[in-house]
Each structure stands twice: as structure tokens, then as C-alpha cells.
């Protein structure tokens, strides 16, 4: 594959300082790293099987990923003699994964935070990774996560979402993409598929599935545009009291989401995201939330026949808006690990982003598809990424991923229930629900 160039610095000015270092929080003192026999903090690996005689085990984030990882791991064993065990979480139930696998004997020796937020939780757990072989293949010091002077954690994936398109359906609704590029024109569009849908064999947007598999793209994707937006206006990164400023743009997103969808409202609570998949590529909808990862699920549809607007709310300058990128994925190494294992541990992460297979497994869209914020980042055949490229490179603004700054994971459900509420009933009182849940609790859980 040949060697693509690393992403632009408007890419790299895009993403969220707060990803970076607490999206304007003040970073804590490092706590003292363990470090590997024969090495100081932040130790250089050979970057192959070092014979320190340790082994790795991964605790994955991504289950759509879970079968590249297995297959890597195994290769990197046959290649080196190294056994590296990969685990992956349930969707949504990473944290709960991660505390119950740490205080285990045999605990992860790589696993991942989210940002600023998930590294407050485990920061005492962190070996340093500045100096190390794996930091020094970063395309740029903005993709390590930073706790003080200790290199915490590093961005082990670039990713983009959006509203991706049937641009056959579209076009067969009478509309073109250069027919959207507001949410007014969005609105307009969406309703007028569902004033004719059942002439045109077809609905506006899949179902809003609000179960596990699903409801992370509405109280953690589409959640983080009020966010952003707020923060924009007030000049912040990161706040212990979010005010809700734009969460009636919020609610208009979601109205048009689930009243110009595949399913009665009152139905959301039992869809999947599966059923997303499925409704988006049998044809049933135009349009389906969702980000470059989701490329292989969708690829049946044509690279011909899919494209990818901004998510639109009603706010800012709409014509030069872009898709939203970022990161919420951190590997870290456990210092708690015994010191051959983190040897092990960062050998492997090396081989990972430096050596052919790992890169091509990597990056490539016959396995994971990643843009990767590394030296050797691959040209992608993903064609959403590079979608998302051509928006950076037309000079839109891309919408930062903020929501790593948002309080727990609990306040994200809570968030989810109140929005699955709402569904069912969209009265003004239920809203309400989702502002309090939005705004009160952000408080709440933010001064735990």
C-alpha cells in the first residue's frame, strides 16, 4: 500500500485540545510509573519480540473490531512467540469491563480511556509512555493524552461521523447533496420523503435505536453538538455546569430523526443498531447517523451510492460546516503489570503501528479501516475517510469531539432514558426530563 501523508494540520487543528489535555481542565500530577527491568520511565522497545519472556493482554474498546484484533494478535504470536490474549468489552459496558478485569490477578496490561474524563479514573494505573518507541511514530504530540509531564495515554485511531447518505434514494426523492447544507434544508428534505414514502418505497432516516448496541450515537454523538456549539460561544474547553444554550436545536434534531424514520416512534426502545444497518442497506432509508467505522457495514449500498453531510442543528455557519472529528480512544499501558508484560505490552503497540501487517490490518478497509494519527498511516480505500478528507481539504469547519468531556457514562444513560422517553411521548414536559437530565445532572456528576 503506498504511504499516504499524515493528516492535514486542519485535521490536526480540528480535534478538541480538551481531548488533549481536559479540554481545558487543569491536568494532575503524574503519579510514579512502574518501569520495565533494564529501562528507565517511558522505555525504548526494540519494537519486536524483546525475549523479556512477558505476554499482552488487550482489553478492546471496539466490538466491530473485535475479529481484526483476534487476528492480529494470533499473527503477532506466529510471528515472534509471544502470547497476546485480546478481550473485548460489550458494547457500552467498557468501564464495568475494565474494573472488573483490573482487579483480577492476571489484569490488562493495554486497555483504553476515553480522554480527559476516563483518564481521571485511571490515571494511577498508567505507565508513562513519553520516550517510547510507539510515542516517537506519532504524527504529532497532540495525539498523546497528557496527565502533567506523563504521557498517559496515546490516540490510537482518527475517526468521523456523520449523516451518511443513499445518494441513489436521494436522488430518486428528487434531491441532490448540494440540495442540504443547513438543517433547515435537511428538514425540508427529510419531511417531504415522508410525505411520499409510501410512493417512494422508502423513509427519510433508519430507526433511532435506543438499546446498548445503538443509543451511543444519540446521547453521546448527537449530544456532543449542543456541547460543542456552547462551548464555541463561551470559549471554553470543558465546564463543571453546562447550560444547555442550545438544546432546543437539540430537540429539533431529534424530532426530525424520529418522526421521519422507519419506526413508530414508541418503537425505538426495542431497536438495535443492527436494525440500523439493515434498514440503511436493504434501502429503506436515506439517511443514517454514523461514522467512518461503519464502513464495511454499509459498503453493499456502493461506494457509488454513498456519501456524507454534517449533522446540522440550526447553529453557526452552517455552509462551512463539517463533519465532526476526533478521538475518544486512548491505548494505555497498566504499570501495575509486571515488567516483562509491559515490555511485552509496548513491543506489541510498536509492531502495531510501524510494521507492514500491523498497518495493514490497521488501515486498510478489508480489516479495521482506521486513520491512524501515526508515521505510518496507509493511504485508506475506506471511502468514508476519504470523504471526510475532502471536507477538511474544501476548508469546512470540523465539529470537535467534545464529548469526552462529558461527566460518566452514567450521566450518558441517564441522558439516553430521558431522549427514549421523549420518544414515546413528545410532549414539552418530557423534554424537560432530557434538560434536566442534560443540564442538573451534568452538575451532579461532574462534582463527584
Not at 437539540?250 to 414508541?266: F, G, S, V
Not at 461506494?303 to 463539517?322: F, K, R, T, W
Request: hydrophobic residues 35%; aromatic residues 10%.
Amino acid at each position: 500500500m503506498k504511504l499516504r501523508k499524515a493528516l492535514s494540520l486542519a485535521l490536526t487543528g480540528a480535534l478538541c485540545v480538551g481531548l488533549l489535555a481536559g479540554c481545558g481542565g487543569n491536568p494532575s500530577t503524574p503519579s510514579t510509573s512502574s518501569t520495565p527491568s533494564g529501562s528507565t520511565g517511558g522505555s525504548t522497545p526494540s519494537g519486536s519480540a524483546s525475549g523479556s519472556g512477558g505476554s499482552v493482554y488487550y482489553l478492546n474498546f471496539k466490538p466491530e473490531q473485535d475479529a481484526d484484533w483476534q487476528a492480529l494478535a494470533k499473527l503477532y504470536t506466529q510471528e515472534t512467540g509471544v502470547e497476546v490474549k485480546v478481550q473485548t468489552a460489550a458494547s457500552g459496558q467498557y468501564e464495568t469491563t475494565l474494573m472488573s478485569e483490573m482487579a483480577k490477578t492476571e489484569a490488562p496490561t493495554l486497555f483504553q480511556v476515553n480522554g480527559p474524563v476516563g483518564l481521571a479514573n485511571w490515571k494511577d494505573y498508567c505507565y508513562d509512555l513519553s520516550g517510547s518507541k510507539i510515542a516517537g511514530e506519532l504524527s504529532s504530540d497532540d495525539f498523546a493524552l497528557m496527565d502533567g509531564s506523563s504521557m498517559s495515554g496515546i490516540a490510537y485511531v482518527i475517526e468521523t461521523y456523520g449523516i451518511i447518505v443513499n445518494t441513489k434514494l436521494l436522488a430518486d426523492a428528487g434531491y441532490s447533496m448540494d440540495d442540504i447544507k443547513s438543517f433547515a434544508d435537511l428538514k425540508k428534505v427529510a419531511e417531504d420523503i415522508t410525505a411520499r414514502k409510501d410512493e417512494l418505497g422508502f423513509s427519510a432516516f433508519t430507526s433511532a435505536g435506543m438499546d446498548g448496541s445503538s443509543d451511543w450515537r444519540f446521547k453521546t454523538h448527537l449530544a456532543n453538538l449542543p456541547i460543542y456549539f456552547e462551548y464555541e460561544a463561551d470559549g471554553i474547553g470543558d465546564t463543571d455546569a453546562i447550560k444547555g444554550t442550545y438544546l432546543d436545536n437539540y430537540r429539533d434534531i431529534w424530532d426530525l430523526y424520529i418522526n421521519n424514520c422507519t419506526t413508530a416512534p414508541t418503537m425505538l426502545s426495542a431497536k438495535t443498531g443492527d436494525d440500523s444497518v439493515a434498514e440503511f442497506v436493504t434501502e429503506q432509508a436515506v439517511f443514517y447517523q454514523n461514522g467512518t467505522w461503519a464502513y464495511s457495514d454499509v459498503a453493499d449500498v456502493g461506494e457509488e451510492n454513498l456519501g456524507m453531510l454534517p449533522i446540522y442543528i440550526g447553529v453557526g455557519d452552517e455552509a462551512n460546516q463539517g463533519l465532526c472529528t476526533g478521538t475518544e480512544n486512548y491505548w494505555c499501558v497498566n504499570k501495575n503489570a509486571d515488567p516483562a508484560d509491559i515490555q511485552a505490552t509496548l513491543d506489541f503497540m510498536y509492531w502495531c503501528v510501524s510494521s507492514e501487517t500491523g498497518l495493514e490490518y490497521m488501515c486498510s478497509g478489508e480489516h479495521m479501516g482506521f486513520v491512524v494519527p501515526f508515521k505510518g498511516n496507509l493511504e485508506s480505500n475506506n471511502l468514508l475517510v476519504n470523504i471526510a478528507n475532502d471536507y477538511v481539504a474544501n476548508g469546512t469547519t470540523s465539529i470537535k469531539w467534545c464529548f469526552p468531556t462529558m461527566p460518566s457514562e452514567e450521566w450518558k444513560n441517564v441522558v439516553g432514558s430521558a431522549l427514549t422517553t421523549y420518544a414515546a411521548d413528545q410532549t414539552d414536559a418530557n423534554w424537560e426530563t432530557v434538560r434536566a437530565a442534560f443540564v442538573d445532572n451534568w452538575a451532579a456528576e461532574k462534582s463527584k
